[in-house]
């Protein structure tokens, strides 16, 4: 039940982590117009490497 536990809560996080990554993106189009494509796609890449970085380090 733990490793149910452990997963479950991994991909709790990994989804707040994309949430916050979304409320970034659109506060950044309120505020300064849309974000060109090619910018969000490099920031949503960026974001994806790291998570899976801080994946690999932690095992998983």
Known sequence: MAVVDEALTEHVARCARRAALGELLASWDKELGPIPD???????????????????????
């Open 38 to 60: 090619e910018d969000a796609s490099y920031a949503r890449s960026a974001f994806d490497e790291r998570d899976a970085d801080s994946r690999m380090r932690d095992g998983g």
